[in-house]
């Protein structure tokens, strides 16, 4: 048996579309005030744990953070981190452009992470939220002369975007930051109010999901996720310069459509009416993981249906993240 068909994947999986889309863990019970929490250098419980009302990153929004899954395989009864050191490596270049020291390197966050993980003996799929803040008690705008601090908070968790049949998008009114005004490729606390802004936004007007343009009126993303668009079997995505967040799951998409499927990938500014007339698009993120989209503005995404490629890469990407695919194995690493 080769590689390939030890992993479960085959030429013919990759075009036939799974109808019941990825595999996701079931919702569980979580006792958060009791859940473990690496706070202050050391292991406390979540009730346990305390900020005071003076909190700089509070107030200022000068704090950067990560978000990390790890999944469960049930018939392997392990849980899995899924490329927690790439995700390490951006914190640590998002507290370089916010001037925050990170206590420890990225071989010790992960043992600390898998640490973590066990202690609250998660048997489910997970997210995982290093936040490294400003921590003094003070008032004035600065990032200078302040302390610094770090926690990681782990908890079950499930689809970030609800939306078995695909995901509705409006163009949000709310435009992207700019890298000169908060550096967009940074995971910057105070920047995500651009974000919630741009989501209220849609959800208060019936769509699920927002996408947001740049300053220059390109495509940026969407809310809190990477966008690709189809359009005749070449796989589209705007470049970094385009003021995306460098995503991870971005990274891992470009990889299997180009090596899993075969196809090429195109880094490209993205006009909005482009959207209108592509074949398919995709949303990505840690938490949105894969999210096809299949309205925007009103108009359908090709037949208004999850399209052929968005389905197989979102099975593909359920296979790999749980430890089932060979060639990605080094992704994943064990907890248990």
């Known amino acids: 048996?080769?590689?390939?068909?030890?992993?479960?994947?085959?030429?013919?999986?990759?075009?036939?579309?799974?109808?019941?889309?990825?595999?996701?863990?079931?919702?569980?019970?979580?006792?958060?005030?009791?859940?473990?929490?690496?706070?202050?250098?050391?292991?406390?419980?979540?009730?346990?744990?305390?900020?005071?009302?003076?909190?700089?990153?509070?107030?200022?929004?000068?704090g950067c953070f990560e978000g990390i899954r790890a999944y469960w395989n049930d018939s392997q009864q392990q849980l899995y981190l899924f490329r927690v050191q790439e995700h390490y490596e951006r914190l640590r270049q998002s507290t370089r452009i916010l001037k925050i020291a990170l206590p420890l390197g990225t071989d010790e966050l992960t043992a600390v992470t898998t640490d973590l993980l066990g202690r609250n003996q998660f048997r489910s799929d997970v997210y995982i939220r290093p936040l490294a803040y400003k921590s003094t008690e003070d008032i004035g705008v600065r990032l200078h002369n302040l302390e610094d601090a770090f926690l990681i908070y782990a908890q079950p968790f499930g689809n970030y975007i609800e939306a078995a049949h695909g995901t509705r998008c409006m163009v949000s009114s709310w435009r992207r930051v700019d890298d000169n005004t908060a550096p967009a490729r940074a995971k910057i606390t105070g920047t995500y109010v651009n974000s919630a802004l741009a989501k209220t936004e849609a959800y208060e007007n019936g769509f699920d999901e927002a996408i947001v343009l740049g300053q220059d009126g390109h495509v940026c993303e969407g809310s809190a996720e990477n966008l690709f668009m189809v359009r005749k079997g070449t796989l589209i995505t705007p470049p970094v310069y385009d003021n995306i967040l460098e995503g991870i799951t971005r990274a891992t998409v470009m990889q299997m459509w180009a090596e899993d499927l075969g196809l090429p990938v195109l880094e490209r500014s993205i006009d909005r009416t482009e959207l209108y007339v592509a074949d398919e698009v995709l949303l990505c993120g840690t938490g949105a993981q894969l999210s096809p989209v299949v309205e925007i503005d009103h108009r359908p995404v090709g037949d208004g249906e999850i399209g052929p490629y968005s389905r197989q890469l979102q099975r593909l990407y359920s296979q790999l993240v749980r430890g089932q695919v060979e060639k990605y194995r080094e992704w994943c690493l064990p907890v248990y």
């Open 1 to 62: 048996m080769d590689a390939q068909e030890e992993s479960g994947m085959s030429a013919q999986m990759l075009l036939d579309p799974d109808p019941h889309g990825p595999a996701a863990a079931p919702p569980v019970s979580f006792d958060r005030d009791s859940a473990w929490v690496y706070f202050q250098g050391e292991m406390r419980r979540y009730r346990d744990c305390h900020l005071g009302p003076m909190t700089h990153a509070l107030h200022y929004g000068t």
